[in-house]
């Protein structure tokens, strides 16, 4: 019997019509990020908060964003396990061929703004001159203009570290992969952590511009507080 199950998370189970987030599971994905992206250096920095500090309050509310705009926009999946209970071990949020992350008046409305809300001016202006324009440089270099927009691209992925190296990671990827197969579609995603370049490889995905060492793919990133992070473009060619 498989250790994990995965589930796509239904929009219309919204207990509230005004706010797309009210999913009855959002609380328990909300608390399974938050243990996925603590310690993370990404998240630390483009939150504006120090690498050393023990305040982890944040982290959810940071990544359950992208899963309100997933649940408009794109598909939200869940990995569970597979016994009595359900527990919901790990998240993953996609956004299909044609779609993008805020690219709707509703994903701005229920997600960007909230996001933006969340942090100071300073760290509002590093994101609109620093960090964005950046990041879509770095991943039109590396995969073309237009290449994320028409494939899969993969927002959010986060397993509770208890459950971590198991299959579930692997699990939500194969589970979007194997949809692009049958389509033909390209699917792509940006890695942040290096550790993480094994998982992604091992489903199939290559570093981009192909051709060239890690250390001339990636992208430097420095937040407000000193801090940095490393920025990297996979893809995958399902035809």
Same mark, same amino acid.
């Given at each position: ?7 796509k ?5 919204a ?6 987030g ?35 309050s944040?982290?959810?509310?940071? *990544?359950?964003t /992208? =899963?309100v ?6 598909? %939200? ?5 597979? $016994? +009595?209970e ?17 690219d ?21 202006? *590093?994101?609109? /001159? =620093? ?6 440089n770095? %991943? ?5 203009? $237009? +290449? ?12 509770d ?8 990671a692997?699990?939500?990827l194969?589970?979007?992969?194997k949809k ?34 890690r ?13 940095t ?9 399902s035809?």
């Amino acid at each position: 019997m498989a250790n994990f199950l995965v589930r796509k998370l239904d929009p219309s189970t919204a207990v509230s019509m005004s706010d797309p987030g009210s999913l009855p599971e959002i609380h328990n994905v909300e608390s399974v990020l938050s243990k996925a992206f603590t310690g993370d250096r990404f998240t630390a920095v483009v939150t504006g908060h120090g690498l050393s500090e023990t305040d982890t309050s944040h982290i959810g509310p940071f *990544w359950l964003t /992208t =899963v309100v705009a997933g649940l408009l926009g794109g598909e %939200v999946y869940v990995a569970e396990t597979n $016994d +009595t209970e359900r527990k919901i071990i790990g998240c993953a949020v996609w956004f299909g061929p044609g779609h993008s992350l805020y690219d709707t008046e509703a994903q701005q409305q229920h997600s960007l703004v909230p996001l933006m809300a969340m942090f100071d001016d300073k760290l509002q202006h *590093w994101w609109h /001159t =620093v960090f964005l324009p950046t990041y879509d440089n770095m %991943v039109a270099s590396g995969i073309g203009p $237009d +290449t994320k927009h028409n494939s899969w691209h993969l927002q959010t992925l986060g397993v509770d570290l208890q459950y971590r190296r198991k299959g579930a990671a692997t699990l939500l990827l194969n589970t979007v992969i194997k949809k692009a197969k049958l389509a033909g579609d390209k699917l792509s995603v940006e890695l942040e952590n290096e550790v993480n370049f094994a998982l992604y490889e091992g489903v199939g995905f290559e570093l981009m511009p192909k051709g060239k060492a890690r250390d001339e793919c990636s992208e430097s990133f420095t937040g407000i507080t000193g801090d940095t992070f490393r920025m990297w473009v996979l893809a995958q060619d399902s035809k």
